[in-house]
């Protein structure tokens, strides 16, 4: 069982940056592949991010490619969104989700795959 607690989210000009942070409990978190996932009003929820267990592989959706860096940091159970040259097309909430992988190599980037979710993070960006 994992918890995962997002926060960094709020509101950001647009070609701001935020950092957002997820928090995991339990002392298995590398074994997690991780991701971050949006939902905006009236839309689903779609994939932004992943990262394998070790953090070696990454995987971005084209909207946020080459603005938006996941990484993370085993020693202290947490998977971070660094997201530069904001715009307002990416206002939504912010998801992280983990699968369990036992130490797989894959990232996963189809929401069903994932075993558990945060409670997410708004992020605004004005124009």
């Known amino acids: 069982q994992v918890q995962l607690v997002e926060s960094g989210g709020g509101l950001v000009q647009a070609g701001g940056s935020l950092r957002l942070s997820c928090a995991a409990s339990?002392?298995?978190?590398?074994?997690?592949?991780m991701g971050w996932f949006r939902q905006a009003p009236g839309k689903e929820r779609e994939f932004v991010a992943a990262i394998n267990w070790s953090g070696i592989s990454t995987y971005y959706a084209d909207s946020v490619k080459g603005r938006f860096t996941i990484s993370r940091d085993n020693a202290k159970n947490t998977v971070y969104l660094q997201m530069d040259s904001l715009k307002p097309e990416d206002t939504a909430v912010y998801y992280c989700?983990?699968?369990?992988?036992?130490?797989?190599?894959?990232?996963?980037?189809?929401?069903?795959?994932?075993?558990?979710w945060g409670q997410g993070t708004q992020v605004t960006v004005s124009s």
């Open positions: 339990g002392r298995t978190f590398g074994s997690y592949a």
């Open positions: 989700a983990a699968k369990l992988t036992l130490y797989g190599g894959r990232y996963y980037y189809e929401p069903d795959e994932y075993d558990y």
